[in-house]
């Protein structure tokens, strides 16, 4: 059924495909019946596949992309940035892949934190705000 207001021009009824191949990517398409798992910064990784992994479980998706992460955030120390990380929940808790990466990646055990509910991240961002404005006041 088309409604008036909409545009054939911008509208179809050509179901969606987006190929990841039509812009030089990896990864399968995604069809009509969308994207079925959570949107990350690298894409539907179940869906399209951006690492050609064929991925079943996010455990599989943390063993690599946490070292795409710590690479990250070793070339971001390199350049003199500062880096703070907090690990939020009890599934990012101690001995996580989670927590691991994010205490890797902070600038030093002080840089790191870990809090389980809101008023632990408001401590968090209030200690982290505290350490960075004393940071600009003795440069």
Do not use: W
Not at 115 to 132: H, S, W
């Amino acid at each position: 059924m088309r409604y008036p207001a909409c545009s054939t021009k911008q509208n179809s009824s050509v179901p969606y495909n987006f190929a990841p191949s039509s812009l030089g990517l990896a990864g399968r398409s995604v069809g009509p019946m969308g994207p079925r798992d959570f949107f990350s910064p690298y894409g539907f990784i179940y869906d399209s596949d951006p690492f050609g992994a064929n991925y079943t479980s996010y455990s599989q998706v943390d063993a690599s992309l946490d070292p795409l992460a710590l690479a990250a955030c070793a070339f971001a120390k390199g350049q003199g940035i500062e880096i703070y990380s907090i690990a939020v929940s009890s599934y990012a808790g101690p001995g996580t892949s989670v927590y691991n990466t994010l205490k890797s990646c902070a600038s030093s055990d002080e840089h790191f934190f870990y809090a389980t509910d809101a008023v632990g991240l408001t401590n968090t961002f209030a200690e982290i705000a505290r350490k960075a404005t004393a940071f600009v006041r003795t440069k």
